[in-house]
Structure formats: C-alpha cells, structure tokens
C-alpha cells in the first residue's frame, strides 16, 4: 500500500506556508526544494485530524481546515492537498523535523511569495495554485478508494464523516449487518445491506456470515414487496476490487416494469424520505427477526 498523508496550504496575503528543504541525495549532490507543510496519515484518524495534527507537530501551529484540493497520487504515495486557516500559535519548527535538522537534511518553515513559485522547486504546485484560484473539490469516495481506503470502513469508523448522518434511513442493524435505504434508488424501496466487517466481496465472506446475510436478505425482500405492493425484488452483489465494502442490493420491480435484467441498471432516481413505511418495514423485521 503506497504511503498516504495530508498537507495543508495556508495563506497569508500573496504568501503561502512552506517547507523548505536542504536535502543530501543518494548520488551525494544536495537538492533544494519546499513543500506543503504536512506528514503521514495514522489509521485510528481521519485525514482532516491527520492535517491538523501533522502542522501541531511540524510547525506549533493550531489550524482549522477549510476546504480539500484534492490528491496527488504518484509512485511516491497518496498526497491529500486542504487548505486551513492558523487559529493560534507561532511558526516555527518542531516534532521529528527540528530533531534531525542539520545542513544535509535542513528543515525551515517560511512564507514564500506565490510569484516566486514558477521560479524554484515545489512539491504541490499544481494544488496551491488551484487554492488560490479556489478551485475545491469534496473528500468523497472515489477519492478514498483511489488511495487504497475503504470508504464505507472510514466513514462507520469516524462516524458519518463521509456521507453524513443515515440513522432515518437504518432499519435493521445488529454486530454482522446493517440494512439502510438507498437515498440515490433505483426504484422507490432500493435497499442495502452491508456487512459490517469489511470484505472485499461474496467470494471472501466466510459460510456463516453468507448464510445469514442471505438469510436476513430474504426476509427483507418479503417485507418489502408487501409494504410497496412491488410486483418482484431483485437481488444483486456488483462489488469487484479490494476497496469495495460487500453488500446485497435489493431493488423492486413494478408491475408496469419490464421484467429482466436490465432493472439492475434502472436509472437513479431522486429519494423520498418515506417515514411510515420505513417505520413498518422497522416494525416488521424486528417481528420477523426476534
């Protein structure tokens, strides 16, 4: 798994917070260049809290994130590019970087005036350039799963910090699985259900978890066919790569729907938050299952 980390760009006026670095190479010969100021990612935090912790320690700064940039994805590792604001604190260096600092790996924060970027070496160019031009963008799954992160396993791990609060759309959820309806549907009453432990796909789940998720999937397709007065449900699991999270889509088909395969590509559709059905559907797999 290639490196992660998090760096942030900070502003002040036509300056921009970096790194510079005095470094000796391989060959002997001693390369000088700047960086956006940040480090390497730690699984027990999110990238925001990697961000923020990494310019705590590197700089002695307290800084609150405003925005991502975007990732920089190279055979040197996954570079995730915010953009934060200093709340407290003077610049200044410190953690591993002041410890080792010495005139062949010389570490030295600075401002550096962003007319001056075309004309030394800088690592993140590109994204300090797209800050400044406010060109943002959203920390979303595909960009998670490019780096290598489960983003279903992000996202239950740090709290919804992903795709944001789903309790009114949960209706079942135990210690194995979690079943929750879809909010871009293919058809009104598409559900999910997900195992809570992470494999990649049907073919890595061990014969029990199978059976019971099978088992629970059933019992849900029943209950909603009679809730939503569908003609049929379909079932289908499409995960494929080591980053996807292994679930069972259930997607009904109405009677005015042409039966076949072809509702499994059913276009999306906008969601209706529908609190009485969602609620008997509740009611029904907690009969059912108990």
């Known amino acids: 798994m290639k490196r992660i980390s998090s760096r942030v760009i900070i502003f002040k006026g036509d300056k921009v917070l970096l790194m510079f670095r005095r470094k000796k190479q391989d060959d002997g010969t001693i390369r000088e260049y700047y960086v956006v100021p940040g480090g390497g990612w730690e699984n027990n935090e999110t990238l925001e809290q990697n961000a923020i912790r990494e310019l705590k320690e590197e700089m002695n700064i307290d800084i609150k994130i405003t925005n991502y940039v975007g990732c920089d994805i190279s055979e040197f590792g996954c570079a995730n590019y915010f953009v934060g604001e200093i709340e407290n604190g003077k610049v200044e260096l410190g953690g591993e970087e002041k410890t080792k600092n ?11 005036e962003l007319k001056n970027l075309k004309n030394i070496d800088v690592v993140g160019r590109e994204y ?9 963008t959203v920390l979303n799954n595909a960009i998670l799963t490019d780096q290598g992160i489960c983003p279903t396993c992000y996202d239950r791990k740090f709290n ?15 210690d194995n699985f979690e079943a929750f ?17 992470h494999f990649k796909d049907m073919m890595e789940i061990d014969d029990c978890t199978c059976e019971k998720i099978f088992k629970l999937a059933k019992n849900i397709m029943k209950i909603v ?8 449900v ?18 009904p088909r109405y009677s005015f729907e042409k039966r076949g395969s072809t509702n499994f590509v059913k276009e999306r559709q906008s969601y209706v938050y529908e609190e009485e059905k969602i609620y008997k559907i509740r009611e029904l797999i ?5």
């Open 181 to 197: 309806m879809c909010t871009n549907p293919r058809a009104r009453g598409h559900i999910i259900i997900s195992t809570i432990k």
């Open 160 to 174: 919804n910090v992903l795709f944001g609060d789903n309790s009114k759309n949960i209706i079942y959820k135990d």
């Open 286 to 290: 907690k009969n059912k299952i108990n």
């Open 128 to 136: 300090i350039l797209k800050a400044y031009n406010k060109e943002f």
């Open 234 to 251: 379909y079932l289908c699991t499409m995960c494929d790569g080591p980053n996807n999270h292994f679930h069972l889509q259930l997607i």
């Open 225 to 232: 066919k009679g809730v939503y007065c569908c003609e049929s």
């Open 102 to 112: 010495n005139d062949e790996n010389l570490y030295m924060p600075m401002f550096v």
